[in-house]
């Protein structure tokens, strides 16, 4: 972030490959990828009513657990009930990493997540799904935060933005693997399938060490030694030594800083404005559509009459996001931020309306419908690559530069509780308007949202790379 030499930053987020095997930290990357199972946990969540929608509204019993079918209402509460109850805790988990620790947080996030889906599994009415998404929206942020946090503490300053990486793909993968395991099983096994990760978590987490970092905050010096050793592969005493005095005088620094509050941000010319530019790009990001596009891909593209399954739709556009994101990774630090929210915004918009326009197509009957399915996954192949390069990509990373030390926590914790406000609006209304002005319409709304995010991008959202965190303060203050 703020590198003024990009190249020499991505080369050093992959120094990885450059070095002999038996310098590479496995230790690390175990701990690493112990952590981010959370994610994948969280990318299945969040894909899981995409297969199983169509079975809830089945009058078949043999296939909804339910007994009857679900209304729209339903459908919309379903989809939104996570992220409210997300934004209702979105401070108890930040508070749980701090007096429990990086890895008991993360143990507790498993065991709430496996018995939420345990309860969505054998669900037998609307009442018992609904508590089972109320406990599995307690850990939407748990997963995001207990892992970022674990990676970020554990990780080296030549590998941190690999594990970043690592860490930015695990949401997709999640998708994919609950949209090709919702096509082949029931409610009750996709469910099922879809608490593996968070059990891996459990079966694993005894074997990864605590954060060195809460360690040392914590007076536990001997422990966070032996943590330390682990994952620098090393006893050398004077590298464990000069890594325990750099968290030190980290904890000290952060010590010194008076944490900003919610009043202090909007006292502030700087943080207000840095406030208002990162929830001016998570509405852009979210009433793009996307949200809505991966929760209800399989419903809506078996209303359109595909020889796909929407299910086998939803696998491709998971596999679309995944390899889009590893580009977007490798262009965010050369091509710039500014610059790929602006190409994302205008190329979301052009298909939006063309994904629109086929899905009116089939609406109004005309005889251009035997190509207009077809059309209609190609559009959103493409919305997904190019809302991924920038809109599903950027948004956090400003959000990570624009707040300053002191204040970056409580107002990355206060602009994501804006963006799930947004994200429950978007999926509560999806559905209802849907019926009431059909699909088309809605992609046209959404593509009116990224048309009108282009031009306030354009004329409001900086440049931040290659700037120090104080350049880009000194430029919200100045900037008119």
Same mark, same amino acid.
């Given at each position: 972030?703020?590198?003024?030499?990009?190249?020499?930053?991505?080369?050093?987020?992959?120094?990885?490959?450059?070095?002999?095997?038996?310098?590479?930290?496995?230790?690390?990357?175990?701990?690493?990828?112990?952590?981010?199972?959370?994610?994948?946990?969280?990318?299945?969540?969040?894909?899981?009513?995409?297969?199983?929608?169509?079975?809830?509204?089945?009058?078949?019993?043999?296939?909804?657990?339910?007994?009857?079918?679900?209304?729209?209402?339903?459908?919309?509460?379903?989809?939104?009930?996570?992220?409210?109850?997300?934004?209702?805790?979105?401070?108890?988990?930040?508070?749980?990493?701090?007096?429990?620790?990086?890895?008991?947080?993360?143990?507790?996030?498993?065991?709430?997540?496996?018995?939420?889906?345990?309860?969505?599994?054998?669900?037998?009415?609307?009442?018992?799904?609904?508590?089972?998404?109320?406990?599995?929206?307690?850990?939407?942020?748990?997963?995001?935060?207990?892992?970022?946090?674990?990676?970020?503490?554990?990780?080296?300053?030549?590998?941190?933005?690999?594990?970043?990486?690592?860490?930015?793909?695990?949401?997709?993968?999640?998708?994919?693997?609950?949209?090709?395991?919702?096509?082949?099983?029931?409610?009750?096994?996709?469910?099922?399938?879809?608490?593996?990760?968070?059990?891996?978590? !459990? =079966?694993? %987490?005894?074997?990864? #060490?605590?954060?060195?970092?809460? @360690?040392?905050?914590? *007076?536990?010096?001997?422990?966070? /030694?032996?943590?330390?050793?682990?994952?620098?592969?090393?006893?050398?005493?004077?590298?464990?030594?000069?890594?325990?005095?750099?968290?030190?005088?980290?904890?000290?620094?952060?010590?010194?800083?008076?944490?900003?509050?919610?009043?202090?941000?909007?006292?502030?010319?700087?943080?207000?404005?840095?406030?208002?530019?990162?929830?001016?790009?998570?509405?852009?990001?979210?009433?793009?559509?996307?949200?809505?596009?991966?929760?209800?891909?399989?419903?809506?593209?078996?209303?359109?009459?595909?020889?796909?399954?929407?299910?086998?739709?939803?696998?491709?556009?998971?596999?679309?996001?995944?390899?889009?994101?590893?580009?977007?990774?490798?262009?965010?630090?050369?091509?710039?931020?500014?610059?790929? !929210? =602006?190409? %994302?915004?205008?190329? #979301?918009?052009?298909?939006?309306? @063309?994904?629109?326009? *086929?899905?009116?197509?089939?609406? /109004?009957?005309?005889?251009?419908?035997?190509?207009?399915?077809?059309?209609?996954?190609?559009?959103?192949?493409?919305?997904?690559?190019?809302?991924?390069?920038?809109?599903?990509?950027?948004?956090?990373?400003?959000?990570?530069?624009?707040?300053?030390?002191?204040?970056?926590?409580?107002?990355?914790?206060?602009?994501?509780?804006?963006?799930?406000?947004?994200?429950?609006?978007?999926?509560?209304?999806?559905?209802?308007?849907?019926?009431?002005?059909?699909?088309?319409?809605?992609?046209?709304?959404?593509?009116?949202?990224?048309?009108?995010?282009?031009?306030?991008?354009?004329?409001?959202?900086?440049?931040?790379?290659?700037?120090?965190?104080?350049?880009?303060?000194?430029?919200?203050?100045?900037?008119?």
């Amino acid at each position: 972030m703020g590198n003024p030499i990009p190249d020499v930053e991505f080369a050093k987020q992959f120094e990885i490959s450059t070095k002999k095997w038996w310098q590479i930290p496995y230790y690390m990357y175990f701990c690493g990828f112990t952590a981010n199972l959370m994610i994948v946990s969280l990318g299945m969540n969040i894909a899981w009513i995409s297969p199983s929608l169509g079975k809830l509204k089945s009058n078949d019993t043999n296939i909804n657990p339910l007994g009857s079918p679900i209304t729209t209402l339903q459908t919309s509460l379903v989809t939104a009930i996570p992220y409210l109850i997300a934004i209702l805790t979105n401070g108890v988990w930040a508070k749980l990493l701090d007096k429990l620790g990086r890895k008991r947080t993360m143990q507790l996030g498993a065991i709430i997540l496996t018995c939420s889906l345990l309860g969505t599994a054998f669900a037998a009415n609307i009442s018992i799904l609904f508590v089972s998404l109320i406990i599995s929206g307690m850990c939407v942020n748990g997963g995001i935060i207990s892992a970022s946090v674990y990676n970020n503490d554990i990780a080296d300053d030549s590998n941190r933005g690999t594990l970043g990486c690592l860490l930015a793909l695990n949401l997709p993968i999640g998708l994919v693997l609950c949209y090709f395991f919702g096509s082949i099983t029931s409610i009750k096994y996709l469910s099922l399938i879809c608490t593996i990760p968070s059990i891996f978590i !459990l =079966l694993l %987490s005894p074997f990864i #060490c605590e954060s060195p970092v809460h @360690l040392v905050r914590n *007076s536990k010096i001997t422990e966070a /030694i032996e943590a330390l050793e682990k994952l620098k592969q090393t006893k050398d005493s004077e590298v464990i030594d000069n890594e325990i005095k750099k968290i030190k005088d980290n904890i000290e620094v952060m010590s010194s800083c008076r944490r900003k509050t919610f009043l202090d941000i909007f006292r502030n010319r700087a943080t207000r404005k840095a406030v208002v530019l990162c929830y001016q790009l998570f509405c852009i990001e979210q009433f793009s559509g996307i949200s809505p596009v991966l929760a209800f891909v399989g419903p809506t593209f078996n209303k359109a009459g595909l020889v796909w399954s929407g299910d086998t739709v939803g696998i491709v556009v998971g596999l679309t996001k995944f390899l889009a994101t590893l580009v977007a990774l490798y262009c965010i630090d050369r091509t710039g931020r500014r610059r790929l !929210l =602006l190409v %994302s915004s205008l190329s #979301c918009t052009f298909s939006l309306l @063309l994904l629109g326009f *086929s899905f009116y197509i089939k609406y /109004i009957k005309s005889p251009l419908l035997d190509g207009a399915p077809l059309l209609s996954v190609a559009l959103i192949t493409i919305f997904i690559i190019v809302h991924s390069l920038g809109l599903g990509s950027v948004p956090l990373t400003y959000a990570g530069e624009l707040f300053p030390n002191d204040a970056r926590a409580t107002g990355v914790s206060f602009v994501i509780a804006l963006q799930q406000i947004n994200l429950c609006l978007v999926n509560f209304t999806f559905p209802i308007l849907s019926d009431i002005i059909g699909e088309h319409w809605c992609f046209w709304i959404n593509a009116m949202a990224t048309l009108t995010g282009f031009i306030s991008i354009y004329f409001t959202i900086p440049e931040t790379k290659g700037k120090a965190f104080s350049e880009i303060q000194n430029m919200l203050l100045k900037k008119q």
